[in-house]
């Protein structure tokens, strides 16, 4: 099996993305996000461990890109606590940053930044994840990724480098964090040009999570989720027009500060206004390979 692949999120028939190439250095992660969907699909997914043949592998199939985007990653996050020690990241980044491709970084990681060096080598941008500027509540929603007040920071200093920079709100849980009104300011004062957005999808094991977590947020949920809303590609849904609701409050408070917008996976792409994963700035980048 290839470690690079085409980016399909799940078969979602939703996904508004341009072509792009998938790599995921670890199978599973170990920031404990209680919404997180890939855990509904990988088994013993918290146990976040290197795929086997990693180097060796990405070697040979690095050696065959052809321009392409490479979104790292999608069913974990490339910056696990683990990668700390195991530096295996940025082992893959020090082949990929030799090779014909363009990196698409997902990550809710502080630790991005020390490999900043091998970003500047290919055409490369980050998305960060921030849910929430409440740090309390993502410890409790996110519990062992670092804090949004220091993902700020690293947003700060990839910009300071020239890194573009996207950042996700999502998944947004109705009554938990629906009003990013005050993040999305703070991220255009620190320079942010694009948000993707998009509205938490339930599964039976995020749900028993969310549910354990936050029972009376849960009870609220259920009706929304289980009665009114939407069954789409084996994800319980809000109602649809519930979901254009918080996202088109987001895309008008993204508008108003200059903020491009992107929906994901929510059926709503008519109120995007750039390309809704972010890629359209790695056009903008100026870290070009020489
Ligand atoms: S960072 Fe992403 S992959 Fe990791 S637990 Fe959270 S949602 Fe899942």
């Keep these: 099996m290839s470690l690079i692949s085409k980016f399909d999120p799940w078969h979602s028939a939703l996904c508004t993305c341009p072509p792009k190439l998938t790599f995921n250095p670890y199978t599973g992660c170990d920031h404990h996000c209680i919404y997180c969907y890939a855990s509904s699909y990988i088994p013993r997914f ?12 990405l070697k040979k199939e690095a050696a065959k890109l052809k321009g392409e985007i490479i979104s790292i990653a ?68 996110e519990p062992h990724a670092p804090p949004p007040s220091k993902r700020l920071k690293t947003i700060e200093e990839l910009l300071a480098r020239d890194i573009p920079v996207s950042v996700r709100i999502d998944p947004i849980i109705p009554f938990l964090n629906d009003d990013p009104q005050t993040l999305i300011k703070n991220l255009a004062d620190i320079g ?41 590609s084996r994800y319980s849904y809000l109602p649809k027009d519930f979901r254009h609701k918080i996202m088109n409050t987001i895309r008008i408070a993204t508008e108003k500060r200059g903020i491009r917008f992107g929906t994901c996976r929510e059926n709503l792409s008519h109120l995007n206004t750039a390309t809704c994963d972010g890629s359209w700035l790695l056009s903008k980048t100026n870290n070009t390979k020489s």
């Design 192 to 232: 942010i040009k694009h948000v993707t957005a998009s509205t938490y999808k339930t599964k039976p094991g995020n749900w028993q999570r969310l549910s354990t977590a936050f029972p009376k947020t849960a009870e609220k949920l259920k009706p929304l989720y289980f009665q009114k809303g939407e069954k789409i």
């Design 74 to 141: 999608n069913s974990s996050d490339p910056y696990p606590n683990v990668e700390a020690e195991t530096g295996l990241t940025r082992k893959c980044l020090e082949i990929l940053s030799c090779s014909n491709c363009r990196i698409q970084i997902i990550t809710k990681s502080t630790l991005v930044t020390r490999d900043i060096d091998l970003l500047t080598k290919v055409p490369s941008m980050v998305s960060v994840t921030i849910t929430t500027d409440d740090n309390a509540l993502a410890k409790l929603i």
């Design 46 to 57: 918290f146990n976040c461990r290197p795929k086997k043949d990693l180097i060796p592998k």
